[in-house]
């Protein structure tokens, strides 16, 4: 009777079974807004989805919790994926999560938000490449919608604001799906003209109303424009690419004009104050300069000239009489220093003579000793043969003419025998 039973483990089990081969089960889409919102230490999300009638438990891994762009909170719409199963645990039925994106306006935000995070990146929001708009523009462009009250608001507050600025209206499509190759047709066709300032944008609206001016193709046409653009699209609460990468970001069309041109009003404000503080600066200028010109009439070197002249003239005597002092002191110092000079020159010079004469004698006395006319004084001769000197028997024979040199002459002989 019994084995008609079986356990709870077992039914949870066999159910689980056909959750899991269910082909209409395994890939499931979902809608519906997130409630009891946990996000697990180790990454995983537990969350409940729910709709206006019914509810589901959902779990999500980390390692598809990883993929997400945004952060799941309690009370957002959501469009998921996955697969349902059981969870035994409990024997409760339960999404597994494997992909979540945002439900309508989420997925734009999403995509909004992607698409800043890249250009931001490239430097397409960088202040320091912003081109400054023109204080007084002579002629400004602008690209709207050619009827509603954007291009109205614009026109009327240039020409309330500054009368003689020129506007040249560039009509374009600002919503739907053609609006975005429209804005960039008329920015490049904007940059034919000699135009100041460039205005983009349109009046409020939906955030889908408005996407065409968060179209990457359009920020980088607006980032190339070599025309100061102000965006101004929709309120002040909205923002959009465009925003960041224009030169300057208007809350609204209006307040696009109202940066666009100045107010002459506050120019003739300025003039006043300017002629005001002119005057005064005059008035205090020429009070300024009467008083200098007193101060310079009631002078000691005005009322008494000749005084300056004599003070210059004995300080020019005080003077010369230091420079002549100076002179002969330099003289004096210059002249003795020349004496010592000349003093230490001549001892020198005598030093260097007496050496002189002395080595002149000493090298005399040498000759003379070695003069061979002295010896011949002493009784001594010099014998010839030919011119030369004959020092030894060897060097002649009979018969050979020789000259002998004595203190007064020579002598001719001739040799008769020689004898060893």
């Known amino acids: ?17 056909k959750f899991d081969h269910d082909e209409h089960l395994l890939h499931v889409f979902l809608k519906g807004e997130i409630s009891n919102f946990k996000a697990h230490t180790r990454g995983h999300y537990y969350f409940t989805l729910k709709d206006e009638t ?12 990883a993929k997400l762009k945004f952060r799941p909170t309690d009370g957002m719409k959501v469009l998921v994926t996955g697969r349902i199963s059981v969870y035994e645990a409990t024997g409760g039925y339960q999404i597994y999560v494997e992909d979540m994106v945002e439900d309508g ?24 490449k912003k081109k400054k708009i023109p204080k007084i523009p002579k002629t400004v462009g602008i690209i709207t919608a050619p009827t509603g009250a954007a291009i109205k608001d614009i026109l009327s507050t240039i020409n309330r604001r500054w009368p003689i600025t020129k ?12 609006a975005a190759p429209e804005i960039i047709k008329q920015i490049e066709k904007a940059q034919e003209y000699d135009l100041d300032v460039l205005i983009v944008g349109r009046g409020g609206g939906s955030i889908e109303d408005m996407w065409c001016f968060n179209d990457e193709q359009v920020a980088r046409a607006i980032y190339a424009c070599k025309i100061p653009v102000i965006s101004a699209v929709g309120h002040e609460i909205d923002f959009t690419i465009a925003d960041f990468v224009a030169d300057l970001r208007a809350p609204t069309p209006t307040g696009a004009a109202e940066m666009a041109v100045p107010n002459v009003h506050d120019f003739y404000q300025y003039f006043g104050q300017v002629e005001l503080r002119l005057k ?7 009070s300024t300069k009467k008083d200098q010109l007193s101060t ?21 005597d005080s003077l010369f009489e230091k420079i002549c002092l100076l002179m002969n002191s330099i003289l004096t110092k210059e002249k003795t220093e020349y004496e010592n000079v000349k003093q ?12 002189e004469k002395n080595r ?34 060897k060097h002649v024979k009979p018969q050979d003419k020789i000259e002998i040199e004595v203190t007064d002459g020579l002598i001719e002989a001739k040799v008769e025998e020689v004898k060893s």
């Open 1 to 17: 009777m019994q084995d008609k039973y079986i356990s709870i483990s077992q039914l949870t089990r066999y159910i689980k079974f």
């Open 54 to 65: 019914s509810r589901i438990n959902a779990v999500m891994f980390a390692s598809s919790t």
């Open 105 to 128: 306006v989420g997925n734009l935000y999403v995509q909004f938000e992607e698409l800043k995070k890249k250009l931001q990146q490239e430097g397409l929001f960088d202040p320091a």
């Open 167 to 178: 506007t040249i209206l560039f009509p374009s499509l600002v919503q739907g799906a053609s």
């Open 280 to 286: 005064q600066a005059m008035a205090t200028l020429i």
């Open 296 to 316: 310079l009439k009631r002078s000691y070197i005005l009322t008494n000239p000749i005084a300056m002249y004599q003070v210059k003239e004995q300080k020019f």
């Open 344 to 355: 230490k020159l001549e001892t020198n010079i005598q030093k260097v003579l007496e050496n």
């Open 360 to 393: 002149y004698l000493h090298a005399l006395n040498k000759l003379e000793i070695l003069n061979p006319l002295l010896t011949i004084k002493r009784g001594y001769s010099i014998t010839r043969n030919n011119d030369h000197v004959i020092t030894s028997i």
